[in-house]
């Protein structure tokens, strides 16, 4: 999840939106995707989290906290983001793309976008983006101390949880 500081500051970014929609800045729910593993209708069977946390593991035990800058504010066909540069951040999905399975192929490896998720869009939903709000992300900067094995739930926001939190190196 994105750090509370970070959100506030996302929060002074306005959008005009037309159609049903929800604002992530206002939940628990706005984050990074480092690496979509699933995109499946039923959730996960316990030996194939325990597969995909133990191969995590390995890499995230010895990752050192991530120095990630905010750019831009892109608008994806299902989402509004905040766009992120940081080598270190595209250089561990990389590694996590080798040995974890791919929910969206097409969206990985050499075609990943870093990005922190704000506004999940539904399909009528018209959104425009505030000119300025890129002058408010250019101070935006942070450390990434911990990364979150998620399971998320699609139809039921509520149900989604933490299966695993990898603390960083410092």
């Not at 939106?17 to 729910?29: F, S």
């Not at 561990?92 to 974890?100: I, S």
């Not at 969206?104 to 870093?114: C, H, K, L, M, R």
């Not at 942070?142 to 949880?161: G, M, R, S």
Request: charged residues 25%; glycine residues 2%; contains cysteine.
């Amino acid at each position: 999840m994105a750090p509370p500081e970070v959100i506030t500051q996302l929060r002074q970014i306005d959008f005009h939106a037309e159609g049903e929609y929800r604002d992530w800045r206002n939940t628990e729910y706005c984050h990074c995707t480092v690496k979509a593993i699933d995109m499946g209708v039923l959730p996960p069977s316990e030996t194939d989290l325990n597969l995909w946390e133990n191969k995590a593991r390995a890499i995230l035990n010895r990752q050192k906290q991530l120095n990630i800058n905010l750019c831009s504010i892109i608008q994806f066909p299902t989402a509004v983001v905040a766009k992120i540069t940081s080598e270190s951040l595209f250089s561990l999905h990389r590694e996590l793309f080798k040995v974890l399975p791919s929910s969206q192929p097409s969206f990985e490896d050499a075609n990943y976008i870093p990005h922190i998720s704000l506004i999940p869009l539904c399909k009528n939903t018209k959104i425009r983006i505030d000119e300025n709000c890129d002058k408010l992300l250019s101070n935006i900067n942070f450390k990434v101390k911990e990364i979150q094995l998620v399971v998320w739930n699609i139809k039921d926001w509520t149900k989604t949880q933490i299966v695993s939190r990898f603390k960083l190196e410092t």
